[in-house]
Structures are given as C-alpha cells and as structure tokens.
C-alpha cells in the first residue's frame, strides 16, 4: 500500500511545485507587460480572461486526472496574484498592505475559483471524444475557456479593440483545442450559452 502512494504523492507535490513556479512567472509578466505593451495588446495582458486560459492550458498541459489539475491551476492563480502585488511593491507601485487589502483578498478567492474550474476543464479537454454524452465532456471543457474570452470582450465592447482582440483570441483556443470538425461545433454551441453565465459571473463578482 505505501509503495503505491509514495509515487502519487511525489507526482503532486512535483506538479504543484511547477504550477507555483509558473504562478510566479504569470504575476511578474503581467505587471511587466501591461506597463510595457500599448493599447489594446496591454489590455489583453490584463485580462481576467486570460489567467483563466493560463490555468485552461495548465490543467491541459499536465496530463494529470482533472482534480490535480484543478489543485495545480488554483495554486498557478492564486502564487499569479500574490507575485503581482509583490512586484508591484518590488517597483513602487503598491505598497505590502496591499497583500491584505479586501480588493487583493477577493482576488485571491476569485483565484482559487477560477483555477480550479479552469485548471480541471484543461484537464478534461483531453479526455476522449465519441458520439456519446460523456463524449460532450471535451468539447464543453473547451467551451468554457471560450465562453469566457467571449464573456469579457462583450463587457469590453465599449472598447473595440481590445473586445475583437479578445474574440480572436477565443476563436484562436477553439481552433487548436478542437479535435475535428464534430468537436469544433459542439464547442461552438456550447460556447455562447456558457458565455452567457459567465457574463452573469463576471457580474456577481463586480466586473
């Protein structure tokens, strides 16, 4: 029984070890990026929307059961989050405090939501697709990443370069995560409908 554990644990304990790491890289690049980037590239790197893609594609990457992935893209948010106010701190644009603010602590929990949502859909977007309702399971984890890009460019509409440059995104995760043309729609009538509650999401949490 112990040398059957052993492996699993070491297995997480490696993959949480990476998604923290990255979760490092993730907040510094954002803060670095939307100071460096002009308008609406800036925008993007900004974007709620976007650290969910970065925990989407983690949670697809790792090749791990969806509720690791799930531990490994709320771990990736949540170290994103803590690094960027650091870093902020690090240049004079914020102060410790701010660690600790309810606008940071509502982020954190945001994180933890977000990545663990986006981390096990990344993870279930590998699964196999057949014709069978588990089948839908792939093609509406991919869905969701989309939906979600399409959620916050319609709140960005009133910027229109920064709600199209979203949308391409979107429809660029679409194109490389869809396994066939039978995926690919699929995906794509999910998307609007998940679109929707996360617009409605994007709302309760006070975007």
Do not use: K
């Not at 590239?41 to 983690?58: P, Q, R, T």
């Not at 603010?101 to 590998?126: I, K, N, R």
């Amino acid at each position: 029984m112990t040398q059957t554990l052993a492996p699993a644990r070491h297995d997480a304990a490696v993959v949480l070890s990476r998604a923290a790491a990255l979760g490092v890289a993730l907040g510094v690049a954002d803060l670095v990026l939307i100071r460096l980037l002009p308008y609406p590239l800036a925008d993007l790197a900004n974007s709620s929307a976007v650290w969910a893609l970065a925990a989407f594609v983690l949670g697809r990457s790792l090749r791990v059961p969806p509720g690791l992935a799930a531990a490994a893209g709320a771990v990736l948010l949540v170290v994103g989050v803590a690094s960027y106010y650091l870093a902020a701190a690090v240049v004079d644009l914020a102060s410790l405090a701010s660690f600790v603010t309810p606008t940071t602590l509502s982020w954190y929990a945001m994180a933890v939501v977000a990545g663990a949502g986006f981390g096990a859909a990344g993870a279930v977007s590998t699964g196999p697709v057949s014709a069978g309702p588990a089948g839908w399971a792939p093609s509406g984890a991919v869905a969701l990443v989309v939906g979600v890009l399409l959620a916050e460019a319609w709140l960005r509409r009133a910027l229109p370069d920064t709600a199209l440059l979203t949308v391409a995104v979107a429809l660029a995760v679409l194109a490389a995560t869809s396994r066939g043309p039978a995926s690919a729609v699929r995906a794509a009538a999910l998307c609007v409908p998940l679109g929707v509650l996360c617009v409605a999401g994007f709302a309760l949490a006070g975007f």
